[in-house]
């Protein structure tokens, strides 16, 4: 599991969070906030758009408004090749 995420942030996944507000179904002047976090690709975010097409077709809370912020973790060349092991104990 954890080589997989690994291996996606190397390919240029980025942790992105989405603030969506959305109208509440029986007080649409209402606005409720839900706070969506996943792995993504910038600028496109794919994921980000299934989740929200999901949204659109199956729950009854229009969006109002969708805010994202991301952040690239690792890059490869942050990464460096280690040729040598030290062992305590």
Not at 25 to 53: E, G, K, M, S, V
Not at 71 to 76: A, F, Q, T
Request: proline share 6%; charged share 25%.
């Amino acid at each position: 599991m954890a080589r997989e995420e690994f291996a996606a942030l190397l390919q240029g996944y980025s942790l992105t969070t989405a603030e969506i507000l959305y109208r509440l179904p029986d007080h649409p002047a209402l606005l409720q906030t839900y706070i969506w976090q996943d792995y993504d690709l910038h600028p496109r975010f794919p994921r980000l758009q299934c989740f929200l097409d999901f949204w659109n077709r199956n729950l009854d809370g229009k969006l109002f408004k969708v805010l994202v912020a991301h952040k690239k973790l690792i890059s490869p060349s942050e990464l460096r090749i280690v040729d040598g092991e030290f062992r305590v104990h």
